[in-house]
């Protein structure tokens, strides 16, 4: 048998419009599709008349100073980290937007600057054993629940200001949340 309109096979199939839309409706959950993490309020996303001081001098070798995406919290959905600017003002932010079961994203705000937001960047850093800042010999000696270095398994993130200080971001599982140490000073 050939239908030349849909809605004719729907009938021959015992469906209305409206009962099929009612059963995608209730098929489909909520969070099916991923939200995109929402620029909190007062912050503005990088633009192409942002790439100067140190994001345009390094262009090339960083495209994107103030974006990474990876599995930072290791649930298999992507997570981002953005530098982001106030929309008045020269302030600027990390943020980190970590998925969710829920497919929204947690917010977290780890560094804030007045100022010079073109001269901090982020990159992805690769898995391995970091030496510390501390340990390093950079500022005071470690302390005593300070690690002398510390091993990156999975993703994880550099946040730095160009040709000067380092932290590398990543994952504790144990606590079950993100820590920054810094590597240089």
Request: hydrophobic share 40%; net charge neutral; charged share 25%.
């Amino acid at each position: 048998m050939r239908f030349t309109r849909p809605k004719t096979a729907l009938r021959f199939l015992g469906f209305t419009m409206k009962r099929l839309i009612a059963l995608l409706a209730f098929c489909t959950p909520a969070f099916a599709v991923l939200a995109e993490p929402q620029v909190p309020e007062g912050w503005r996303l990088p633009n192409a008349h942002d790439m100067k001081g140190s994001w345009g001098e390094f262009r090339k070798e960083l495209p994107t100073p103030y974006f990474v995406r990876a599995d930072f919290n290791r649930d298999q959905k992507p997570d981002e980290a953005w530098i982001l600017l106030r929309k008045e003002g020269e302030a600027w932010a990390l943020f980190v937007f970590l998925s969710t079961p829920s497919g929204r994203f947690d917010t977290i705000k780890l560094e804030e600057g007045k100022d010079y937001a073109h001269n901090q960047g982020v990159s992805l850093a690769g898995s391995g054993t970091y030496q510390t800042a501390c340990a390093k010999g950079y500022g005071l000696p470690c302390g005593p629940d300070e690690p002398r270095s510390v091993e990156i398994r999975g993703p994880a993130f550099n946040f730095f200001t160009f040709e000067s200080s380092s932290s590398v971001v990543y994952w504790d599982d144990s606590a079950r949340q993100l820590k920054q140490i810094w590597l240089s000073d």
